[in-house]
């Protein structure tokens, strides 16, 4: 009987380690994020009233991204700040959202190129604390499909 108790006790305990040790590599391990991007709109903000695109004006894009299994895993929310006179580029910031939480990124974009990197600025839930990168690569020439890489880190 002492030998049976004497086991279970063992058994317990290298459960309870196991667990702690899996927590504590999943909180230090980074997280990467893959999916297909779709914006399903576009809204154009003439913020100086000029009737044309100029430095100071804003773009703003809904859209969903999905697994490479088709199924939709979250939305986006981007905001685009115009920095140049010539529409080549802009500041963005841009609210991700998926189950436990939301992703917040910022960075440089250029219709000129068919990829960007944003910085991870931020996030909320399971995303609390992170950082790291995104990447996205156009798929399309009106900017409305692109692969992209969240590639997180505590």
Known sequence: ??????????????AATTAAHSASASKSAGKTIKAMLFYTGLTNLDADHNGK?????????????VTAHGMRMGSVR???????????????????HFAGGD???SGRFSP???????????GTGVYAGMHGTLLTKW??????????????QP
């Open 1 to 14: 009987m002492l030998y049976r108790i004497t086991f279970v006790v063992a058994v317990i305990a290298l």
């Open 53 to 65: 695109a100029s430095i100071g004006d804003y773009a703003i894009a809904p859209g969903f991204f």
């Open 78 to 96: 981007a905001s685009c700040l115009q920095m140049n006179a010539g529409g080549t580029e802009y500041n963005c910031t841009d609210v991700n």
């Open 103 to 105: 992703i917040i990124t």
């Open 112 to 122: 000129l190129e068919k990829s960007n990197r944003e910085a991870i600025i931020g």
């Open 139 to 152: 798929l399309t020439r009106d900017f409305s499909r692109a692969a992209v890489t969240f590639t997180l």
